[in-house]
Each structure stands twice: as structure tokens, then as C-alpha cells.
């Protein structure tokens, strides 16, 4: 059984900074592509970045050169970098490994 625990939510003034965590369990988590998605209240749920086992990483077009993806294969852990943040990323933010969800982590950018 995959379990995904994220963390490192909270409240942040635009131009803020926040890093999300995700803490992987019952996968082989080097092996396994390991994503952020995140949903706003009425929305669907929107990709926002990918890491591929082979080291590869995507960014949807609102998160590139803003976030930044990573992982801790000794520890079991994705990371999401957030830079810069805007109000429009206020959302609840999801670690996914397919088919797989944690229970998400909330992000809000307010002034």
C-alpha cells in the first residue's frame, strides 16, 4: 500500500516562498514518477510539476521558472520549491505517484 504524506502548507504574502513535502512510503520510490498537482476550490485538479524516475522533470507554463521539483531518493521524499508565489497559486496541493494521492496540503498567497 502506497502512502503519501504532505506537509509544508500554509500562509504566505505574494513574493513568498514555500517548500512542500511529500513523504513517500510502500513504493520502490526511486523507480516510480512522483508529481505535484493542486486544486482550487471548484476547479479540477491541474498538473503543476513532474519527476521522472529517469531524472527527467516537467512544469505546467505557471509553474516554470517559479517551482522546482526534487527528490530525496535516500529518504523517500519529493519536494516542491515554491518561488514568487502569486495569489492565483493559492490551492490544496497534491503528491501524486499514479495511482496514488496524499491527502493534500493547503497553500494560500494573500496579501
Known amino acids: 500500500q502506497v502512502q503519501l504524506v504532505e506537509s509544508g502548507g500554509g500562509l504566505v504574502q505574494p513574493g513568498g516562498s514555500l517548500r512542500l513535502s511529500c513523504a513517500a512510503s510502500?513504493?520502490?520510490?526511486?523507480?516510480?514518477?512522483m508529481g505535484w498537482y493542486r486544486q482550487d476550490p471548484g476547479k479540477g485538479r491541474e498538473f503543476v510539476a513532474l519527476?521522472?524516475?529517469?531524472?527527467?522533470?516537467l512544469y505546467s507554463d505557471s509553474a516554470k521558472g517559479r517551482f522546482t521539483i526534487s527528490r530525496d531518493n535516500a529518504t523517500n521524499t519529493l519536494y516542491l520549491q515554491m518561488n514568487n508565489l502569486k495569489p492565483a497559486d493559492t490551492a490544496i496541493y497534491y503528491c501524486?505517484?499514479?495511482?496514488?494521492w496524499g491527502q493534500g496540503t493547503q497553500v494560500t498567497v494573500s496579501s
Open positions: 501524486n505517484v499514479l495511482p496514488y
Open positions: 510502500g513504493c520502490t520510490f526511486s523507480d516510480v514518477n
Open positions: 519527476s521522472e524516475y529517469l531524472v527527467t522533470t
